[in-house]
């Protein structure tokens, strides 16, 4: 490490100053972003506060066809008790969540949901997890279940369980790069260069089931135990594409968590935090490319100009007129029907006694004779009132609900395009859609969708605005800005 010169410190830090100076008066400055969920939320935090570009005079809006922020994190009311109704679990290792909860002072709680687990496939339980003991059961009679339960597990699924674990930690390292410090990672313009990168654009090639039968799972496994991780997860089979199966599968780990309050108050929190211009019930209808500035229409009929535009929401069922027009791969997005139930299963349903002996958590195979992905206990109020959470890809009538349940006080049904569509070789658009300044986040949901990868999409594009910046600024003595260790053992 070359020695510390006193006498160079000075210069520098005024060559620092002076740039810092150019660049916040030189450079665009009017950002505006469309969508208030995660993505867009995560990108006005990054562009103000992981950039080396001083943000005083920055100007962000955020424009939201809702009512409320969030875009596909949401709560509902059942009941008076409010429960996830989109993005539900984060992982313990999806760092910018965790960053993002500790800066804005957020308890973290475990999921709803339960361990007791039954995979159902329409006509009977092929398979339950065993019955958790009461809570307060002696810590050696609950270790005792653990070591049963795994056994039960191993004898179903053998030692595939354990190819399959080694499978998602390869998975989860890999998905680590993303988080090394910002000078060793590449500023990313597609998909395709950020999950090479890092190994995994492979896997959005190839079919989860490819994947996992080169990886040598036992087919039972797959078809059973991965397939209803999938189904809950994604609300689609090991036939999806690889990568975002395989996250699916990292989203089972037992180390998870979610938001006190609902995972919503990650975006809400970020932007009070970041205090952009907040535009609530105003959709964006058209972007046109006026040459030095994006022109914006809104559904009330409003202009705004804007140097950087951000697109944060998916395209794929929204009505954005682009001029000139930008071409992007089809892609469909698949629906998830949401229907929250306060109330009481009905045993018979399942060919059971006893209410008792349904899991706490129903998962499916794929079959045609279910009509719905999973049901799972949110709460229990007594010993015959619950609240329950039901995945399907249909709508649920009320017929089949009336058979499903014995007792049905509340019911609340909400249809989610809350993911892609996943199906190899999956195809990416650009993260910049034009020549100069205009981006979209949510290309990225073609690899995989959840919370993380928006906040990861979100800083990749942060970063590709800024360095674009600086690369198309006409002032010659802006210059890539020097580190503060760069600054301090820098020997002309």
Known sequence: ???????????????????????????????????????????????????????????????????????????????????????????????????????????????????????????????????PPPDDSSAIWKWLYGVADALLLVKRYGLSLSTMQRFVKDLLDKFMLFYMEPEKRPVFKTVEEMLKWNGLYGLTQITLEEVLIGADLSSRLISELVTVITRINYGQSVAMSGLAGAVALAGSNADLWTVKGGNWLLAKGLLELTKPTLHLHEGIESISDKGDHYLLTSDKGKE??????????????????????????????????????????????????????????????ETPNVSFSSVSILKQYGERDFAYKIFSRSELDDTLLD??????????????????????????????????????????????????????????????????????????????????????????
């Open 403 to 492: 058979q499903l349940f014995s007792v049905r006080r509340d019911t609340i049904r909400i249809d989610w395009p809350a993911y892609p569509h996943y199906k190899a070789p999956e195809k990416f658009a650009p993260f910049l859609l034009d020549e100069r300044h205009l981006y979209y986040i949510n290309t990225f949901e073609s690899a995989a969708s959840c919370i993380e990868t928006s906040a990861v999409a979100a800083e990749n594009v942060a970063r590709l605005i800024i360095s674009r910046l600086l690369q198309s600024s006409t002032e010659q003595n802006i210059k890539p800005l020097p580190t503060s260790q760069e600054i301090l053992h820098s020997d002309l």
């Open 304 to 365: 705004y100009e804007c140097d950087v535009t951000v697109v944060a929401t998916p395209l794929d069922e929204v009505n954005i007129t682009f001029v000139p027009p930008v071409s992007i791969p089809y892609r469909r997005m698949q629906h998830t029907y949401t229907t929250f139930i306060r109330g009481l299963l009905n045993p018979k349903y399942f060919g059971l006694s006893s209410i008792e002996d349904i899991p706490d958590l129903v998962g499916t195979i």
């Open 1 to 131: 490490m070359a020695p510390f010169h006193s006498h160079l410190f000075l210069p520098l830090l005024l060559l620092l100053l002076f740039s810092l100076s150019s660049l916040s008066t030189s450079l665009p400055t009017s950002v505006c972003v469309i969508g208030s969920g995660i993505g867009g939320s995560s990108l006005s935090f990054f562009l103000q506060n992981q950039t080396a570009i001083p943000t005083s005079h920055l100007s962000i809006r955020v424009f939201e066809r809702r009512g409320r922020i969030g875009g596909r994190t949401a709560s509902v009311n059942l009941s008076g008790d409010l429960f996830n109704a989109g993005a539900s679990i984060i992982h313990g290792k999806n760092l910018h969540a965790v960053r993002f909860a500790e800066l804005l002072g957020l308890d973290r709680v475990e999921p709803d949901g339960a361990d007791w687990l039954g995979i159902w496939d329409g006509s009977g339980f092929v398979f339950k997890t065993l019955k």
